[in-house]
């Protein structure tokens, strides 16, 4: 890696100050951005680690939801402390492997919104709000597409609000390799409708399916959907599968989803 | 854990817990990246991004004026210098020699595959040398790159190497004389099963990755080498000789703790050679230490080959005749044994375990602008037993015959047995192995286990294959006559202390196989001694007698036996030295249990009180003996070993998604005799794990340019503990290899050359249980793949 400076504040202001320095960069798990430095990817001035920031800890439940979860809490500790929302528990713990999410943050994964990364879905699936330190992001306005968010420069992910849906799961088939998401699929059933978010699988980062959203809203099982498809057209193809394995795993993993939710 | 374990506490078929591990677990070994010299300076080589093209302009002022920096090499350094040699020079079908181009440390004008190195950036740190090699200014002018082999023969292809007069290395046929029998034995079959298939490029990543120490001492012009080597005399011999011109007497290449190989750690690289001559040419050690991403691109890949098989059967279903056509990847250079092993590694095992009489191997290496492709465990043996293997299991498909049956039917029965592909199998008994097989695989409860996944929606898949291999390489003369440069004997020095303890000095170097503990148990039982008083030092060129290091399952077979014979001289010796202690004819004398008695009396003496007389020689018959007890042979296989064995996978298929996992997997083993029968069965899960990562996730891809695709873990799948299942191993099955003195016929490479096609076979067989039309699928058989295959 380059050499940068590091500093590791104790509140979001004092953050928000150090990220203001040119070619600042906020720190928070380091589970991509490290190997990122490492392979002289990146050339932060200065890293500012989030882990100390004490606004950004801690898992809180507000009356029945939403849940809230600091920017800064890692992986293990959703799937440990997440309990209020077993869905997000479970697809916490399906991160990576102990070291990842050890270490990998909320707030960091839904920053950096890797197209085949889990929490992207749990956030879209969920309608999370995404709390930063000027404003409050629904999730359908914060993802844009494959390492894109609607996040300004020096930006923080301070939390991220969860409204608690009566049901859901997440069915992550894995690429082989590297073990994140080929397809992932978020599937939570509200009283006023179904939602479905797909990661993994578009060459434009995460998405809403949304006819299955309304076949299911209509009637919650698989085989509401048996026969609907995404078009592989905008699916990801590669080493790894092509885009219509693409395709056909977002309809499987979907109704696996359903099946195990309902 | 298979019934032989524990049978016995200590000596030759006793499982000794391995003794190394201690260090190994606790973070106590030595690797090579431990060893930091005084006054180590770091290197850093800049690599080509492109996989063919030519160097226009080289700047390396500024890289060289850098804070930190000693000197920036490129290749006209290194003109002067030899090319990293080739160990072994295949002729072809019509009497040629193979064409074999030069490779230069560092680039000399064209670079030939991504990773290829330009520079290299010595400096006071690593980073420092990573800095400037930044700053090299470097222009490359693109060329066409060659990557498919089909396409690297089409006439006017771009050439790898513009002084060749194509990309072919060579075109090698095998049996060439039998090659109009086996056509007319086609022609007159009852049935011909024909099959096209790839054996997937790999990347061995041992746990360690490759590093290289070079030092120079200006007092004595002495050159040391550290480096993650499987043996390090054989790189002491390529790199002084053909390389650099340093003779062994001034050149000492040390191997310490290797942290895995597979292979990958026996030949010569460009960067030992780089750091030797840096060292003496800036005066201070110098030291690269490979990361993940250049291992990579720069370690030698394994397997790559292109095959189209066929087997052909009379009316009755016996194997009349086997033919093969095979295109076998080198890469961009010839790395140190590439061209012997789709050759005499590959074609001599084409019978497998089948008395077919007729067989004609045609394999035409090519050189592609790819990373050179070399030795991986099992080497050139996985290759062949995994398309013969495969069409046997076609063949039973398409005469609708089971596929056991039919390979029972064609087993070769009697031993010796020698070959239609010119090689001798001493002993064998197929047969029992695969009873063995049917046995502890529960073949028998195969029907019962389908039915229980199929109420679970999944589809159960069986697949069966046998396997051949030629270990305890190699017959000195024999390879002599094959292209070996080198011979293939091992050796060892045996030193007994004078309080008894022994230190024994190999040329066969562990990288991970257990010698300081195996190796300990055949000498504590010939003297009748504890294992503890025994020690193994190797990887030391100035300990160890010249050997050749280890693979091809050699180590206890050749290197083994070498120790045998001279502690064969020590008790020899020794039994001497206790007849004069006892005044009593060398005749007379026994050894057995540590003490050496005179028949027919009570008279005895310990081994220690002989060792002790042996250095302190006051009463000792010197006038006929020397003193001292120390003993070196050097041993020379006069056969190939030929362990075999028959394995069972059962897989279940997610219809769904094509998602394969392996749920049993048996192995029934035929070693000859057995050492360590803990180590065995490690040696044979760890394959049986090489072996389930190439059938499932392990593929090196490349795009049409020549970049590598699967450049890290990100994309190239290692098989992770949970992708395996736990083994049913039994290596009860023995018969003893004839030629050496233990036995021995080696067990490190079985795992991985008998798995691949029993993984296959088993998806195959469960695709077809539901009604699709499948008859191969090319590995990785990931999930992608055999969904793809099910659409059909
Ligand atoms: C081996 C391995 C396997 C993995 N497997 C998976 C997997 O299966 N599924 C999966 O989803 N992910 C996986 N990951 C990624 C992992 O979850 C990362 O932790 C995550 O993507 C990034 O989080 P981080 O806290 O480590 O962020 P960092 O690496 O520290 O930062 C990532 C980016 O986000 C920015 N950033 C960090 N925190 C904040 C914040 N609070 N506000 C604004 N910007 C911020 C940084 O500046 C940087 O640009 C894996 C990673 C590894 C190394």
């Known amino acids: 890696m380059y050499e940068f400076e590091f500093t590791r504040p104790a509140s979001v202001a004092e953050a928000v100050a150090a990220l203001s320095t040119e070619d600042a960069q906020a720190l928070g798990g380091g589970q991509t951005l490290i190997p990122t430095l490492k392979q ?161 699988a578009s060459e434009e980062g995460v998405f809403r399916w949304a006819e299955a959203e309304a076949a299911l809203t209509a009637n919650f099982t698989p085989d509401a959907i048996s026969t609907l498809t995404v078009d592989a057209d905008g699916m990801i193809g590669d080493i790894h599968g092509t885009k219509a394995y693409r395709a056909h795993l977002v309809n499987v993993m979907t109704r696996r989803a359903v099946s195990a939710s309902a | 854990m298979p019934k032989d374990i524990d049978a016995k506490e200590s000596g030759i078929g006793a499982a000794s817990k391995r003794r190394e591990d201690i260090r190994f677990l606790s973070g106590t070994g030595n690797y090579t990246d431990d060893i930091n010299l005084n006054g180590q300076a770091y290197v850093h080589f800049l690599r080509s991004d492109v996989a063919h093209g030519r160097i226009t302009s080289i700047e390396t002022a500024a890289a060289a004026a850098m804070p930190g920096v000693l000197r920036v090499f490129t290749g006209a350094d290194f003109e002067g210098v030899g090319s990293i040699p080739c160990g072994w020079q295949v002729t072809d079908r019509f009497g040629e020699v193979m064409q074999e181009p030069a490779h230069p440390v560092l680039a000399q004008g064209k670079v030939r595959h991504v990773g290829d190195p330009i520079a290299a950036v010595v400096a006071e740190t690593a980073e420092a040398a990573r800095d400037a090699a930044e700053a090299i200014e470097l222009d490359i002018e693109e060329l066409p790159a060659v990557v498919d082999m089909k396409a690297a023969l089409a006439e006017g292809a771009p050439k790898v190497h513009d002084d060749l007069t194509s990309n072919l290395c060579y075109d090698w046929g095998f049996v060439e004389e039998n090659k109009a029998a086996v056509d007319a034995a086609f022609d007159a079959a009852a049935h011909v099963t024909s099959l096209e298939l790839v054996n997937n490029r790999l990347v061995a990543n041992p746990m360690e ?379 007379d004398i026994e050894l057995k249990d540590g003490q050496f008695s005179v028949a027919g009396t009570d008279k005895s003496v310990a081994w220690g009180d002989v060792t002790l007389a042996a250095y302190v020689p006051h009463n000792y018959p010197l006038e006929e003996i020397e003193p001292g007890l120390e003993e070196t042979a050097f041993y020379d296989p006069a056969n190939f070993t030929y362990p075999s064995g028959a394995y069972a996978c059962e897989v279940e298929v997610d219809p769904e998604t094509g998602k394969v996992s392996i749920e049993r997997f048996a192995a029934a083993d035929d070693f000859g005799n057995i050492v360590n029968p803990m180590i065995v069965d490690g040696q044979v899960h760890g394959g049986i794990g090489q072996g389930i990562g190439q059938a499932l996730l392990e593929g090196c891809v490349y795009d049409e340019n020549g970049q590598l695709l699967s450049a890290s873990f990100m994309d190239y799948a290692m098989p992770r503990a949970d992708d395996v299942p736990f083994y049913a191993v039994d290596h009860s099955c023995q018969t003893p290899c004839t030629h050496n003195p233990l036995g021995v016929k080696g067990c490190g490479e079985a795992g991985a050359i008998g798995s691949p096609p029993a993984v296959v076979n088993a998806v195959v067989n469960a695709l077809r249980s539901a009604g699709k039309d499948v008859t191969h699928i090319d590995m990785p058989l990931s999930p992608a793949r055999v969904w793809a295959a099910m659409q059909g």
């Open chain 1, 40 to 200: 002289r990817l990146a050339m932060p001035t200065t890293l500012v680690s989030l882990s100390g920031v004490a606004e950004m800890q801690g898992i809180r439940l507000e009356g029945d939801g939403p849940l809230v979860i600091g920017g800064a809490v890692t992986h293990a500790q959703v799937a440990s402390g997440a309990g209020a929302y077993p869905a997000l528990a479970a697809l916490a713990g399906q991160i990576g492997d102990p070291a990842v999410r050890n270490r990998g943050t909320i707030g960091g994964s839904l920053a950096n919104n890797d197209p085949a990364a889990c929490y992207p879905a749990a956030a879209l699936g969920s309608g999370a709000t995404i709390v930063t330190n000027i404003r409050e992001l629904a999730a359908d306005d914060y993802f844009q597409g494959m390492f894109t968010t609607a996040l300004e420069e020096g930006e923080i992910v301070v939390a991220v609000k969860f409204p608690i849906p009566d049901a859901a799961n997440y069915q992550k088939f894995v690429q082989p390799a590297s073990r994140f998401a080929m397809v992932g699929v978020f599937v939570a059933r509200f009283a006023d409708g179904v939602r479905v978010a797909v990661t993994g």
């Open chain 2, 209 to 587: 990755p490759r590093v290289a120490v070079g030092d120079f001492n200006r007092a004595t012009g002495d050159s040391t080498l550290y480096t993650t080597s499987q043996n390090p005399h054989v790189i002491r011999l390529l790199m002084g000789a053909f390389v650099l011109g340093i003779p062994e007497h001034k050149l000492r290449v040390v191997a310490p703790d290797v942290g895995g190989g597979f292979g990958s750690k026996i030949f010569h690289y460009a960067e030992e050679a780089f750091c030797t001559f840096a060292a003496k040419a800036l005066n201070r050690a110098v030291k690269w230490t490979s990361s993940r991403s250049e291992a990579f691109m720069s370690d030698a890949h394994g397997r790559d080959h292109v095959t189209k098989i066929e087997l052909a059967l009379d009316a009755d279903n016996n194997f009349t005749a086997l033919r093969t056509d095979t295109l076998a990847n080198m890469g961009a250079y010839l790395s140190t044994f590439a061209p012997s092993v789709p050759t005499w590694l590959h074609g001599t095992l084409m019978a497998g375990n089948y008395k077919t009489p007729l067989i004609y191997v045609n394999v035409k290496a090519v050189f592609t602008n790819t990373v050179p492709v070399d030795a991986y465990r099992g080497a050139g043996r996985p290759e062949a037993t995994f398309q013969l293997e495969r069409v046997i299991d076609k063949a039973a498909l398409e005469l609708g015959v089971d596929p056991i049956a039919l390979r029972r039917q064609n087993f070769i029965t009697e031993f010796p047995y020698a070959t239609p592909v010119a090689v001798e199998y001493d002993t064998g008994d197929y047969v029992a192995t695969m009873d063995k097989l049917e046995e502890i695989a529960d073949i028998a409860g195969f029907a019962a286990r389908r039915a229980e996944s199929e109420r679970a929606g999944k589809l159960r898949g069986l697949g069966v294959n046998c396997y051949i291999e030629a270990c305890g390489i190699a017959p000195s003369n024999l390879v002599g006559q094959l292209g070996a440069r080198a011979g293939l004997y091992e050796s060892a020095t045996v030193r007994v202390n004078a309080t008894g303890g022994i230190v024994v000095m190999t040329g066969s170097h562990s990288h991970g196989q257990g010698h300081e503990t195996s190796f300990p148990q055949v000498i504590a039982s010939m003297i009748g001694i504890d294992e503890d008083m025994v020690e193994i030092e190797h990887g030391d060129t100035n300990n160890a007698p010249m050997g050749m290091g280890t693979y091809g399952s050699r180590s206890l077979a050749v290197g083994g036996s070498a120790m045998v014979r001279a502690t064969e001289k020590i008790i020899a010796k020794a039994k001497k030295i206790a007849a004069h202690l006892m005044e009593a004819a060398d005749a």
